[in-house]
């Protein structure tokens, strides 16, 4: 598989049903690290986690392995991006010891968030102070999807997430900056639930392919509450790698 196009699911549970495609040795995580390369972590959405803890996932894993790391509610949805400096700087301080295997951060917003030009440049002059590596934004506002928006993710080399199901429309393209695409793939029709198949897996692994052209591709299969996404992003290794 090239290596500008990681895969991953939304945490590394390990359903049964797929547990023969990965080692029965090992901790959760590390047995999911030897099938899947990558993968995104959302309970940092739900609460913090000490340093510690980063530093003890980041040992368990191969080093070519990245972790995707959600942004807090408490930033996206509860201040909705204003006056979040410190709490930024306790999140990169958390992560930090991640270290080279830090990979996207993802700031997704909730669907009522309008853009807000003023806000939205101050919060991002304040992560790019802290952070320079990947970022990918994911509004569910018809408003980002706007050429103010556009020009404002490019400006600070955010990359708006390519969404499925898409919602707002314009969520079903790519945006922001070229340098990354980030695909999340929460299942369709049924959200979180239906299993995507061999023919959209197939679809999706040329839209990867394509987009890696212009730099590093991050397809995260979030359809877990059944399992399926586990499938999917197994069957997407085994296409790129085909």
């Known amino acids: ?9 939304a945490g590394w549970a390990i359903p049964r049903d797929h547990a023969p495609s990965f080692p029965t040795e090992g901790s959760v995580l590390e047995r999911y690290a030897a099938g899947l390369g ?3 972590i959302n309970s940092t959405f739900y609460r913090r986690h000490k340093p510690e803890t980063f530093a003890r996932w980041s040992a368990t894993v191969p080093p070519g392995f990245r972790f995707a790391v959600k942004m807090p509610r408490a930033i996206t949805h509860d201040a909705r991006l204003a006056g979040t400096r410190a709490a930024l700087e306790d ?40 952070y320079a590596g990947l970022v990918a ?16 993710l490019v400006e600070h080399g955010v990359a708006r997430v390519l969404a499925d199901p898409a919602q707002p429309a314009g969520a079903a393209v790519a945006g922001g900056a070229g340098s990354l695409v980030y695909l999340r793939l929460h ?11 061999a023919e959209r897996v197939a679809a999706l692994a040329a839209t990867a392919r394509a987009a890696a052209r212009g730099g590093v591709v991050w397809c995260v299969f979030d359809n877990t509450a059944l ?5 999917d992003a197994l069957a997407m290794v085994r296409a790129l790698q085909g």
Do not use: N
């Not at 853009?115 to 102070?129: I, N, Q, T, V």
């Open 91 to 130: 999140f990169f301080d958390d992560v930090r010891p991640l270290g080279r295997k830090l990979g996207p951060v993802l700031v997704q917003l909730p669907p009522s968030f309008a853009y807000e030009g003023r806000r939205a440049g101050a919060f991002f002059r304040a992560l790019r102070s802290l």
């Open 227 to 231: 399992g399926a996404a586990t499938g």
């Open 187 to 197: 299942g369709s029709p049924q959200r979180y639930y239906s299993e995507y198949g």
């Open 38 to 40: 990558a993968v995104e």
């Open 1 to 9: 598989m090239p290596r500008r196009i990681y895969v991953a699911t």
């Open 137 to 152: 934004c994911e509004p569910r506002h018809e408003s980002w999807f706007g050429r103010g928006a556009e020009r404002l």
